[in-house]
Structures are given as C-alpha cells and as structure tokens.
C-alpha cells in the first residue's frame, strides 16, 4: 500500500529543463530499483531511466547526456533531471519502483506512480 506521487511536470519550451520529483508515502520504506518511465500520446510506455539499488544507472539512448536521474533515499525521494528538453520528449512521466516495508511487514513489491505531464512546446 504504498504510493507515489509525482510532481515537477509542465508546460516548458524547448531547451528549458524541468526536474521531477517523486515521493514515496510513509518514513519506514526501503527503495530499491526505481525508474522513471514516460509515454507519449499512442505511443508504449517507454523506461527512460533506471536507479539500481546497487547504484548502476542506464538512460534511454534517446536522453542520454540530457536527463540524469537520482534519488535520495534517506528522503525517500527520486528526481529526474531534464535538461536541454525537446518536444518530442512531450509525455506523461510516471515513477516506478520496488519498495519494502520491512517495519509493517511489507515485502518488496513494484509501485507506480499516478503520472506528471511534461509538455515541450516549439
């Protein structure tokens, strides 16, 4: 039963940056992987990119050098980063993630998040 919620997107012309923030509810919440996934208008749900527990990172060639993703576990917070946008990185954002509550008793079990517009106009 653990959510997460999004924020950061919006309206932005091309070249500006925005950066997303997602949260996860509760203070007793280990993360392990957690993503960033976006999907355009009919199009699939595309990973964008990856945090590993472990600390290893990939990006969707399409933003490499442009989005970095991070998080800060002791917040229990992730961001993505998004520099240098472009319209066609126009999309609906989502936060994906494993995350345990070992203090109830939640296993690790994968969440996401309700989704964030990003528009990027011309």
């Known amino acids: 039963q653990v959510q997460l919620v999004e924020s950061g997107g919006g309206l932005v012309q091309a070249g500006e940056s925005l950066r997303l923030t997602c949260a996860a509810s509760?203070?007793?919440?280990?993360?392990?992987?957690s993503a960033w996934y976006r999907q355009a208008a009919g199009k699939q749900r595309e990973l964008v990119a990856v945090?590993?527990?472990?600390?290893?990172?990939n990006y969707a060639n399409s933003v490499k050098g442009r989005f970095t993703i991070s998080r800060d576990n002791g917040k229990k917070m992730m961001y993505l980063q998004m520099n240098s946008l472009k319209p066609e990185d126009t999309a609906v954002y989502y936060c994906?993630?494993?995350?345990?509550?070992?203090?109830?008793?939640?296993?690790?079990?994968?969440?996401w998040g309700q989704g964030t517009q990003v528009t990027v106009s011309s």
């Open positions: 994906n993630a494993d995350i345990a509550a070992p203090a109830t008793g939640w296993g690790r079990r994968n969440y």
């Open positions: 509760g203070s007793t919440l280990s993360i392990y992987d």
């Open positions: 945090i590993y527990s472990g600390g290893a990172i």
